[in-house]
């Protein structure tokens, strides 16, 4: 699957061209959601956060689907009426994906460089690179009782496997996503960090 990215100037402002289409970007969080499938009940919160911020950008890209075909559009709307940061706002949906898919990135580089590493400690330090940092003590406490129902990466990697797939060409698959992923994430968080949404914390 390839992702059409438009490379933003270095410093990024709300005059620069800044693209993220909506579409794919929320296909690829769609696909995102069958890889927390297979971890477990551990990401049944997180899976359902992720859901419910899908459908707020779904619907204000249905409100108007020319404009809104760019994130980006969703995020200046916001900006100018000054409720980005207010209630559930798509800007925030658009932050907690980002996150979401910058945990899911982690998460893989992790176990395609190490297989042995138990799954467990796998999720976990992926999870306070990307996610603690913004999360209350709430959030944290459920993450760190769920973290026991992870299953262990062999079987996680089993459940990834397409059929007749061998592990060698799913590490390279896993490897060939985080090379796509990784400067369009990067690209995404320039963009949050001109409109003063990377620092936005769970409340």
Known sequence: MLIKLIKPKDNLDHDSVA????KPFLHVCNLLLQVLDKIG???????QDIHQNIQRLEKLCECDPCVYSNVVEM????????????????????????RS???????????????????????EDSYNVTLKP?????????????LKLVPDNVTFMNFLLAKDETYDTLKDEIQTLISLLEPFLEHIHSILRSYALDTLKST
């Open 19 to 22: 693209y993220v289409p909506t």
């Open 41 to 47: 009940p551990t990401m049944l919160v997180l899976r």
């Open 75 to 98: 995020l200046k709307k916001e900006s100018s009426e000054g409720n980005a940061r207010k209630g559930p706002s798509c800007s925030k949906a658009f932050v907690w994906l980002t």
């Open 101 to 123: 898919m910058d945990f899911t990135v982690a998460l893989l580089e992790r176990l395609s460089k190490d297989p042995g590493q138990k799954m467990e400690e796998a999720v």
């Open 134 to 146: 913004w999360h209350g003590w709430i959030s944290s406490a459920a993450f760190k009782v769920a």
